[in-house]
């Protein structure tokens, strides 16, 4: 649900409730149009979060761990300034606007000051604004002069409110009924003509008065305390959207508002961190391996040109041949090609300059360069091919991907390749190790590695004697059976294959081909790239790729 003006009434209303009386403990901007507050309250310590991003404006709490910029914006120091230790003392809405006010009370060693934090909810025009007696201190967008003569938002400039749109007020019924003249309203026309509801509020006060809506059943819907607040979710099972009520089924209810708008938010922050680091992996990958094709396609191009060093050698040897008969100043000359099947004449072009000998060896010196140059090449398309298989391999992982967790081992690959910069090093509390995809099926303990970095691990961590699986000729997860001294049953073996086969290219594929065999028989040549061993003794099955998701264990 967009943060409408119904929408941040019951917000404002759950946070005033929840941090009346708390002191600002920590304030940073972890990204450039995001506040975080850490509010200590006598229940503890909170995070506000407070957006003007056009997309995900918003105020709202949140449980989400955000890395902080090294070097905080302008912003984020003014309100450091400020409202360090400051207490809260109201969160209210402006009337019935998209603008909710925050109360501080501010000290300093010699004296209290009252100020306030606008934060204006308004899609791409959302702000955050600093007032101290109606002077404007500071704003995260600033205006001018020039820009905007109709509002001026500059520190020493008095804070006015936006300008109104000449819509109905929802919250006053004697207005309601004059503006809507008896008629009843579908859900273009409320949000059209009545202040701060948004298309999906407007489409669930329809949906909750059985079609159009008349003044009275819509000053009722927004005026009312009775909510019940839900998150709701589309048909893959993802949430969607958050409400303060609805008619739908497919929901899942909460005590109320903040804490439904919270587990929205902080999915829509891990989706959106998921989604944003997946494509500036695929990006480094994706350019990496456009070099190597252009690389292999050079290599391609030399190749062909030095198909022709055996008509060199022939030429020479030809000269060679018939040198007794051959004079200096000659540009060219026929001779019998003898290496044919069926008799034939070849024309041979010297150089005039040069004796018959010299020709020759000419002829001779071209073919050996040629010949040194296919070696070398060969060398080289073969490496070049060795990455090209690599660089699909990471691909592939990143593909096969589900969170940020699968993602980490794959970063510090490519960083490690040198095909992404290293990101500033930042104090841990303790290293970070992402755990391998765990299962347990019939009793046995299966393994899958989430790319290159845990392929390499999971092999290492197998016995001789348990199973090692992948996909037939695709690049996929390495999957690891523990069979701790016993057969390994075949439902087993299909589960764990399954699995394989979900993680890899191969995964849009109805069945697919899983090789499956003793560690054992599975080596890593030494100097080998992540991920890639050889393998023998082993047996193959069939099987649909699926997850298998009632089975694992993270």
Same mark, same amino acid.
């Given at each position: 649900?967009?943060?409408?003006?119904?929408?941040?009434?019951?917000?404002?209303?759950?946070?005033?409730?929840?941090?009346?009386?708390?002191?600002?403990?920590?304030?940073?901007?972890?990204?450039?149009?995001?506040?975080?507050?850490?509010?200590?309250?006598?229940?503890?310590?909170?995070?506000?979060?407070?957006?003007?991003?056009?997309?995900?404006?918003?105020?709202?709490?949140?449980?989400?761990?955000?890395?902080?910029?090294?070097?905080?914006?302008?912003?984020?120091?003014?309100?450091?300034?400020?409202?360090?230790?400051?207490?809260?003392?109201?969160?209210?809405?402006?009337?019935?606007?998209?603008?909710?006010?925050?109360?501080?009370?501010?000290?300093?060693?010699?004296?209290?000051?009252?100020?306030?934090?606008?934060?204006?909810?308004?899609?791409?025009?959302?702000?955050?604004?600093?007032?101290?007696?109606?002077?404007?201190?500071?704003?995260?967008?600033?205006?001018?002069?020039?820009?905007?003569?109709?509002?001026?938002?500059?520190?020493?400039?008095?804070?006015?409110?936006?300008?109104?749109?000449?819509?109905?007020?929802?919250?006053?019924?004697?207005?309601?009924?004059?503006?809507?003249?008896?008629?009843?309203?579908?859900?273009?026309?409320?949000?059209?003509?009545?202040?701060?509801?948004?298309?999906?509020?407007?489409?669930?006060?329809?949906?909750?008065?059985?079609?159009?809506?008349?003044?009275?059943?819509?000053?009722?819907?927004?005026?009312?305390?009775?909510?019940?607040?839900?998150?709701?979710?589309?048909?893959?099972?993802?949430?969607?959207?958050?409400?303060?009520?609805?008619?739908?089924?497919?929901?899942?209810?909460?005590?109320?508002?903040?804490?439904?708008?919270?587990?929205?938010?902080?999915?829509?922050?891990?989706?959106?961190?998921?989604?944003?680091?997946?494509?500036?992996?695929?990006?480094?990958?994706?350019?990496?391996?456009?070099?190597?094709?252009?690389?292999?396609?050079?290599?391609?191009?030399?190749?062909?040109?030095?198909?022709?060093?055996?008509?060199?050698? %022939?030429?020479? #040897?030809? =000269?060679?041949?018939?040198?007794? /008969?051959?004079?200096?100043?000659?540009?060219?000359?026929? &001779? +019998?090609?003898?290496?044919?099947?069926?008799?034939?004449?070849?024309?041979?072009?010297?150089?005039?300059?040069?004796?018959?000998?010299?020709?020759?060896?000419?002829?001779?010196?071209?073919?050996?360069?040629?010949?040194?140059?296919?070696?070398?090449?060969?060398?080289?398309?073969?490496?070049?091919?060795?990455?090209?298989?690599?660089?699909?391999?990471?691909?592939?992982?990143?593909?096969?991907?589900?969170?940020?967790?699968?993602?980490?081992?794959?970063?510090?690959?490519?960083?490690?390749?040198?095909?992404?910069?290293?990101?500033?090093?930042?104090?841990?509390?303790?290293?970070?190790?992402?755990?391998?995809?765990?299962?347990?099926?019939?009793?046995?303990?299966?393994?899958?590695?989430?790319?290159?970095?845990?392929?390499?691990?999971?092999?290492?961590? %197998?016995?001789? #004697?348990? =199973?090692?699986?992948?996909?037939? /000729?695709?690049?996929?997860?390495?999957?690891?059976?523990? &069979? +701790?001294?016993?057969?390994?049953?075949?439902?087993?073996?299909?589960?764990?294959?399954?699995?394989?086969?979900?993680?890899?290219?191969?995964?849009?594929?109805?069945?697919?081909?899983?090789?499956?065999?003793?560690?054992?028989?599975?080596?890593?040549?030494?100097?080998?790239?992540?991920?890639?061993?050889?393998?023998?003794?082993?047996?193959?099955?069939?099987?649909?790729?699926?997850?298998?998701?009632?089975?694992?264990?993270?």
């Amino acid at each position: 649900m967009p943060q409408d003006a119904f929408t941040l009434r019951h917000v404002a209303a759950e946070l005033e409730k929840k941090l009346l009386g708390g002191k600002i403990s920590k304030i940073n901007m972890p990204e450039r149009d995001e506040l975080s507050l850490i509010i200590y309250t006598r229940s503890g310590s909170v995070k506000l979060e407070i957006s003007s991003s056009a997309k995900n404006n918003r105020i709202s709490l949140s449980s989400s761990e955000k890395p902080n910029p090294q070097n905080a914006p302008n912003f984020c120091m003014l309100l450091r300034k400020h409202l360090q230790n400051a207490q809260i003392t109201a969160i209210r809405q402006i009337d019935f606007e998209r603008i909710i006010a925050i109360d501080f009370d501010c000290f300093s060693e010699f004296s209290t000051t009252k100020m306030m934090l606008y934060c204006e909810i308004m899609g791409k025009y959302s702000n955050m604004i600093l007032v101290e007696k109606g002077v404007i201190l500071g704003a995260l967008k600033q205006t001018t002069l020039e820009e905007n003569a109709r509002r001026v938002l500059f520190s020493g400039a008095k804070y006015t409110l936006p300008p109104p749109q000449g819509k109905t007020d929802p919250t006053k019924l004697e207005e309601l009924q004059k503006a809507m003249a008896g008629r009843r309203y579908d859900e273009r026309q409320i949000c059209a003509d009545i202040e701060g509801i948004a298309y999906s509020t407007a489409a669930e006060i329809c949906a909750s008065s059985g079609g159009d809506a008349s003044a009275e059943e819509i000053y009722d819907y927004v005026t009312s305390d009775n909510i019940a607040p839900c998150v709701t979710f589309d048909e893959h099972g993802k949430p969607n959207d958050f409400k303060v009520r609805t008619v739908q089924q497919n929901a899942a209810r909460h005590n109320d508002i903040l804490s439904a708008q919270r587990e929205y938010y902080d999915y829509v922050y891990i989706k959106k961190t998921f989604d944003d680091m997946s494509r500036r992996l695929s990006a480094a990958v994706r350019a990496a391996i456009k070099k190597v094709e252009k690389r292999l396609a050079q290599i391609q191009e030399k190749l062909l040109e030095c198909e022709s060093a055996d008509e060199i050698k %022939l030429k020479g #040897e030809l =000269i060679t041949a018939n040198i007794y /008969r051959l004079e200096r100043g000659m540009t060219s000359f026929e &001779a +019998d090609d003898y290496y044919s099947e069926q008799p034939k004449k070849i024309k041979i072009s010297m150089d005039r300059q040069l004796t018959p000998a010299q020709n020759a060896q000419k002829y001779y010196k071209k073919y050996a360069k040629m010949k040194r140059t296919v070696e070398y090449l060969t060398v080289q398309l073969s490496d070049e091919q060795g990455r090209l298989d690599y660089l699909t391999s990471i691909e592939s992982s990143i593909a096969t991907a589900e969170c940020t967790d699968d993602l980490r081992d794959v970063e510090s690959e490519l960083t490690t390749e040198g095909l992404i910069k290293k990101a500033p090093e930042r104090k841990k509390k303790t290293p970070e190790v992402t755990p391998m995809r765990q299962y347990e099926i019939a009793g046995f303990r299966v393994t899958a590695g989430r790319n290159n970095v845990q392929n390499d691990r999971l092999l290492k961590s %197998l016995a001789p #004697e348990d =199973i090692w699986l992948h996909v037939n /000729r695709f690049h996929s997860a390495h999957v690891g059976i523990a &069979a +701790d001294g016993k057969d390994v049953p075949d439902e087993v073996i299909a589960k764990a294959a399954a699995i394989c086969a979900y993680y890899s290219q191969a995964r849009g594929r109805d069945k697919v081909t899983v090789d499956y065999t003793r560690r054992k028989y599975v080596k890593k040549p030494p100097k080998a790239n992540l991920g890639f061993v050889i393998y023998t003794d082993y047996s193959n099955i069939i099987v649909t790729p699926d997850p298998h998701r009632e089975c694992a264990k993270n």
